[in-house]
């Protein structure tokens, strides 16, 4: 298929799946003699993968980190283990403030003024 047709089927942009294939993060697929890229349903599970991870705050150096452990076959390494806490516990701050603005936003939403929303969002972290 075209590639536009399998971004448009992934979700993920054209320019995106070319960048992923070149950095080595999705194989380069086979073509067909009209020089068509010919992906899999394996394909755009991995581009969507991919893509949700970046979009979560994962640089493309954790990407391809984080892929080669999970290719490998045995036990993570200390450095490996290391690796995933510091994902894990950035992804744990993400979430707190993701916690965080959802209640500040029902708040919003609930009627309380914008200043009394942002003091909340902004004042109390700073006072920690």
């Given amino acids: 298929m075209k ?3 399998f971004s448009a089927y992934s979700g993920v942009p054209s320019d995106t799946i070319r ?3 070149r950095r080595g993060l999705l194989p380069a697929p086979a073509r067909k003699p009209s020089n068509y890229r010919m992906y899999s349903k394996d394909d755009a599970a991995q581009v969507r993968f991919l893509h949700d991870l970046q979009s979560l705050g994962l640089s493309l150096h954790q990407l391809v980190t984080l892929l080669s452990i999970c290719d490998e076959k045995k036990s993570l390494s200390l450095d490996d283990e290391s ?3 510091t994902i894990l516990g950035d992804l744990e701050a993400r979430q707190a403030l993701s916690d965080r603005l959802e209640t500040v936003l029902r708040e919003l939403k609930a009627g309380e003024k914008c200043s009394d929303v942002a003091w909340k969002m902004f ?3 700073n006072a920690s």
């Fill in 19 to 21: 960048y992923y294939e």
């Fill in 123 to 125: 004042g109390e972290r």
């Fill in 3 to 5: 590639i536009s047709d």
């Fill in 83 to 85: 690796f995933v806490d």
